[in-house]
């Protein structure tokens, strides 16, 4: 199989599985991979998933690979809470939300880390583009918080919550309009009604 002809065929995708693969190219020979990894031309996402080599120094490869190698899922929690300036912290981790069972990979783009939700509980994102026009699915800042919550129960006191050290501006605007009271209200837990009620009195909101 001609490595640039094969290139060529997946290059918008930038990644890539081996059904894909042999759908486009029947008779295709999973030789190709030993050979194409040797020589550096693509590199391992997870079982079944490549990625090309060349496309690591996209700006947001990760967080596109973080859905097609898992999916359905989307960005959320520390991943977007980080992003969106609710804390302080960087994260280096690629954290995802799932309908799928929880799961994590690591390769040469990063760890990726999937919480598993029910499929309902599979709102409250939207598509952004990364890189040359990817796509990527990541929530709200709203969202990410109430599925942090939901997914963390240790977070249940007012201790616990300030030592997220969460933004108060960014807190005001998500919760501007009944965001934040609306998105919690959708999950049905109780729990997490009482969560984002206790970090609505710390912050004052």
Same mark, same amino acid.
């Given at each position: 199989?001609? +490595? ?13 599985? @081996? ?21 550096? +031309? ?27 190698? +898992? ?28 309908? &799928? ?9 990063? $760890?990726?880390?999937?919480? /598993? ?12 583009? @990364?890189?040359?026009? &990817?796509? @990527?699915?990541?929530?709200? !800042? ?6 942090? &919550?939901?997914?963390? !129960?240790? +977070?249940?006191?007012?201790? $616990?919550?300030?030592?997220?050290? &969460? ?14 009271? /609306? ?23």
């Amino acid at each position: 199989m001609n +490595y640039i002809a094969f290139r060529e065929r997946f290059h918008d995708f930038a990644c890539f599985s @081996v059904e894909q693969a042999a759908a486009a190219f029947p008779g295709f020979s999973r030789r190709n991979y030993v050979s194409w990894l040797a020589k550096g +031309y693509i590199k391992r996402l997870r079982r079944s998933w490549y990625a090309f080599a060349d496309v690591a120094s996209l700006s947001g490869i990760g967080e596109y690979f973080a859905g097609r190698i +898992y999916s359905p899922s989307y960005l959320s929690c520390e991943q977007v809470m980080a992003r969106s300036g609710l804390i302080p912290e960087s994260v280096v981790q690629f954290t995802s939300v799932t309908s &799928l069972k929880t799961e994590s990979f690591k390769n040469d783009f990063g $760890e990726f880390f999937y919480r /598993s939700v029910k499929p309902q509980l599979m709102f409250g994102y939207r598509v952004e583009t @990364v890189g040359d026009g &990817l796509p @990527v699915q990541i929530a709200t !800042p709203e969202k990410a918080l109430c599925d942090f &919550l939901y997914l963390n !129960p240790q +977070y249940d006191t007012k201790d $616990e919550i300030e030592a997220l050290r &969460l933004d108060p501006d960014v807190l005001a605007e998500i919760s501007a309009n009944s965001r934040l009271d /609306s998105t919690a209200a959708r999950f049905g837990s109780q729990a997490l009604a009482r969560r984002v009620g206790l970090v609505k009195e710390i912050y004052s909101l």
